[in-house]
C-alpha cells in the first residue's frame, strides 16, 4: 500500500519529544512524515520540492515565524492545519476579543490602548477596572503580561514592554478576572483533554500555572466550546478558561497546544491529531 504523506512544522535543535511520537505514530499508519524544521536552512526550492509530496501539513511551533512559514506554503497550494488566518484569530489577544464580543462570547473585558502614553492613561481611566492586566496583543508562556493595581503602575509597566520589545507592539487592558484556569484541549471536533491550572499568584497560564487534575465537561461548558471552535474554524487547540460568578469566561485560544500536561497521554493526544490529518486528506 503507497503510504500517506504529511508535511510537519516543527521549530528545535533536535528531535523533540513531540517529533518522536509523531514519526513514531506515522510509521504505524504507514504515513510518510516530511519535516519542516524551522532552526534548519531552507531555500525556496527545497520549500516547494518537500511541500509538493505532502498531501496535508501540520504546523506545530508556536514561533512567530511559523505563520509566514505556513502561508508561505498555502501560497504553494498545500492545506495547512491549523491555518495561517485561524493562527491570527487565536494569537491577536484583540482581535480575539472582537470575534468572542461579536458572537455573545463571554471573556474579561478588554479594551486596545493607545500608543501614546498619555492617551493610553486616560482610556485606564476610564476603562477604570482595577487591579487591571496588561498585555502584548502577542505572546506566549505568559511573556508580555503583568498586572497593575493603579495608574501610576500601569505606566511603568506599558513603559517596561516598550523598552524589552524590540518593537512597540499594541498592549491591551484587560479585567482581571481572579480563579483557577480550566484548559480544554480539542482535537477535530473532540474534546480529547481537560487540564485545571492552579497558581500561587494571580497567572493562571503559561510557565507560572500547576497542572493539578483534571475536571469534567458540563453541556453548557461543551456548547460552549464547541462555539468558539466554530467561530474561529480551528481544528487544534487549547482553549483557557476561567470563572466567574459561576459563569464561564474564555481567556484565550491556542493554536499550537502543549502535548506535554498529563505525560502519559501525549502519545494519545498524537495519534488523535493524526487521526484528524488523515480525515482531512480523505
Known amino acids: 500500500m503507497k503510504s500517506k504523506v504529511i508535511g510537519y512544522i516543527f521549530c528545535e535543535r533536535n528531535l523533540g519529544k513531540d517529533e518522536k511520537f509523531f514519526l513514531k505514530e506515522a510509521k504505524k499508519r504507514n504515513i510518510n512524515l516530511i519535516m519542516f524544521n524551522l ?12 511541500a509538493k509530496k505532502c498531501k496535508i ?38 482581535l480575539f476579543y472582537l470575534e468572542c464580543k461579536k458572537h455573545k462570547i463571554l471573556c474579561p473585558q478588554t479594551i486596545l490602548l493607545s500608543e501614546n502614553i498619555h492617551i493610553a492613561k486616560e482610556e485606564l481611566k ?3 477596572h482595577w487591579p487591571v492586566i496588561l498585555k502584548r496583543i502577542y505572546g506566549t508562556q505568559g511573556e508580555f503580561v503583568d498586572k497593575a493595581n493603579n495608574l501610576e503602575q500601569a505606566e511603568k509597566i506599558i513603559e517596561k514592554f516598550w523598552k524589552k520589545g524590540s518593537e512597540r507592539l499594541p498592549i491591551i487592558a484587560q479585567e482581571c478576572i481572579i480563579s483557577p484556569c480550566y484548559r480544554v484541549t ?5 474534546i480529547v483533554q ?24 458540563s453541556k ?28 464561564w469566561y474564555v481567556l484565550e485560544v491556542n493554536s499550537t497546544p502543549a ?17 484528524l490529518l488523515e480525515k482531512e486528506i480523505k
Open 186 to 190: 480539542v482535537i477535530g471536533n473532540e
Open 57 to 94: 501539513i501540520f504546523n506545530n511551533s508556536a514561533e512567530e515565524f511559523a505563520p509566514e512559514f505556513s502561508k508561505t506554503l498555502e501560497e504553494l497550494g498545500k492545506k495547512v492545519v491549523d491555518s495561517s488566518k485561524a493562527y491570527y484569530y487565536t494569537e491577536d489577544k484583540w
Open 259 to 275: 502535548f506535554d500536561f498529563f505525560e502519559d497521554e501525549r502519545q494519545m493526544l498524537i495519534g488523535k491529531v493524526l487521526d
Open 220 to 247: 453548557k461548558l461543551r456548547k460552549l466550546i464547541n462555539q468558539v471552535t466554530n467561530v474561529i474554524d480551528i481544528k487544534v487547540c487549547g482553549i483557557d478558561l476561567l470563572k466567574k460568578n459561576n459563569k
Open 39 to 50: 532552526l534548519k536552512k531552507m531555500n525556496q526550492k527545497d520549500i516547494e520540492r518537500k
Open 126 to 128: 476610564d476603562f477604570n
Open 194 to 217: 481537560t487540564a485545571l491550572k492552579k497558581h500561587r499568584g494571580w497567572k493562571a497560564t503559561g510557565v507560572y500555572a500547576k497542572i493539578t487534575k483534571k475536571f469534567r465537561i
